[in-house]
């Protein structure tokens, strides 16, 4: 049954392919790309004109071919900031380039403009050249994009520009007009350009921003309704920058005091204001480096692994920490309890987990669970778990997601249904426990189990 949905939705998927609206043209494009650590944050404002004769009630974007895999989050706002609807279409025409279909707040009429603001993060798009380097040499990094925004449209008029971590260039492209200010690299303005044209870009410079990667995280949320819940992640990070070539010199390292240096000494995790009880250790242990500070609106928590991170180096730990449940789980109108919790929390700055995968333990009796995602994510099989005194088991959701960045800490909201009197589960059972092992001790030692004569019958 399963198989036969999903062909549906596929062919139903390709049915909907559509078409290019020549009507529309892009007046103007100012784009952004920041290069000024391990992700390419590409911002850009499009104005849009109908010069047809019909309203138009969406329009097109399209992923360069090189980028295929690389983009882990796509945003599309509006004048009044309010994000819209993007999904992925087939376009006839083009049946080997991925395109998104946005749908416009309000349609847009003949010979009028709107403009709409684009966000896009892409992972895995700076390669580390040379790939491999000292320990004392700066890590040098290659970009290459677009001169110009790739969309189906024709372009008016357009400028770019790329920020980069230092005013220290190897080389660039020079596409006239263009022009350098500090660590700013402008292109632009271009006027006249062909839809779907493309012209390499490319940035060769140093970035010793951290190329800190989470290759694998292991989030465990553990709900009790006796006010408490646990957060415990299991997180695997690995050095992604140019490889360490040559051997590791301590001496040399601690005489390092350039804080521009491609190691990776520390950095810094945001934790809930109200967290408490926080630990780290790996499996060596407790690691008393950490620092906690608290601040306004959460607590900073600074993590120094055992050693330092180069290229290709990776390590793993255990992060854990206990919040109150009142912020955190409601009770809806309708009585059933909703869970308003992260799916992903903060990492460090510029952070990217390869995957994560997100196990919610709920109470012992919660029934009719309903996990509502704040974006598309693999729902994997519940599993039961058994806890301390737990005859019944706990229901645990488990969830799955890969490739994400900072744009993907959002809640994760799960409604259930579930009686107080579970309460007293587990303290009955402790009551029962213990009345038990009582008796049992009575029994020991008021019964005598001895096959021999007691003294009393052998003086009769």
């Not at 404002?45 to 989050?73: M, S």
């Not at 403009?113 to 890590?139: F, G, M, W």
């Not at 589960?425 to 096959?451: K, N, Q, T, Y």
Request: charged content about 20%; glycine content about 4%.
């Amino acid at each position: 049954m399963n198989k036969i949905l999903q062909f549906l939705a596929c062919l139903a998927f390709v049915n909907a392919a559509e078409r290019i609206n020549n009507q529309l043209v892009i007046r103007n494009v100012d784009r952004s790309i920041d290069l000024a650590s391990q992700l390419v944050k590409i911002t850009a404002t499009i104005t849009l004109e109908n010069t047809g004769k019909d309203a138009v009630r969406t329009f097109l974007l399209v992923q360069e071919p090189h980028t295929l895999g690389t983009i882990a989050y796509l945003s599309v706002k509006d004048s009044s900031k309010q994000e819209l609807r993007v999904t992925p279409v087939k376009v006839e025409g083009h049946p080997d380039e991925l395109f998104h279909n946005v749908a416009l707040r309000l349609p847009l009429e003949s010979g009028r403009t709107t403009t709409v603001s684009l966000e896009e993060v892409r992972t895995r798009a700076l390669e580390p050249y040379p790939s491999s380097i000292t320990q004392k040499d700066k890590q040098l990094v290659r970009y290459f994009g677009n001169h110009y925004l790739y969309t189906p449209y024709l372009v008016t008029k357009q400028k770019t520009d790329v920020t980069l971590y230092s005013r220290s260039i190897e080389n660039y492209t020079k596409l006239k007009p263009v022009s350098i200010s500090d660590s700013t690299i402008s292109y632009g303005p271009y006027s006249s350009i062909e839809p779907f044209t493309e012209d390499e870009l490319s940035v060769h410079y140093e970035n010793n921003a951290p190329f800190l990667t989470v290759t694998r995280l292991e989030r465990l949320i553990e709900i009790s309704h006796w006010g408490n819940i646990a957060v415990e992640e299991h997180i695997e990070i690995r050095h992604n920058g140019a490889l360490l070539k040559g051997p590791f010199s301590r001496y040399d390292y601690q005489r390092d005091t350039s804080g521009t240096h491609h190691s990776i000494k520390a950095y810094h995790t945001i934790l809930p204001a109200s967290a408490h009880s926080i630990y780290y250790r790996d499996s060596n242990g407790n690691i008393s480096t950490s620092t906690v500070k608290p601040r306004k609106d959460w607590i900073e928590l600074e993590l120094r692994p055992r050693f330092p991170l180069f290229g290709g180096w990776q390590s793993s730990y255990t992060l854990g920490y206990s919040v109150p449940s009142y912020q955190y789980l409601f009770k809806a109108p309708s009585g059933e309890n909703v869970l308003n919790m992260r799916l992903l929390d903060h990492v460090f700055d510029d952070m990217h987990v390869e995957e994560l995968e997100t196990s919610v333990v709920l109470p012992v009796g919660a029934s009719d669970i309903q996990v509502n995602p704040p974006y598309a994510a693999e729902r994997l099989s519940d599993e039961l778990t058994h806890k301390y005194l737990d005859n019944i088991g706990r229901t645990v959701v488990k969830l799955r997601k890969t490739n994400l960045v900072e744009q993907h800490i959002q809640d994760l909201e799960i409604t259930y249904n579930w009686k107080p009197h579970f309460l007293l589960h587990e303290p009955v059972l402790l009551s029962i426990a213990l009345f038990v092992m009582f008796i049992s001790v009575i029994i020991w030692v008021r019964l005598d189990f001895s096959l021999g004569v007691s003294e009393h019958n052998k003086r009769e």
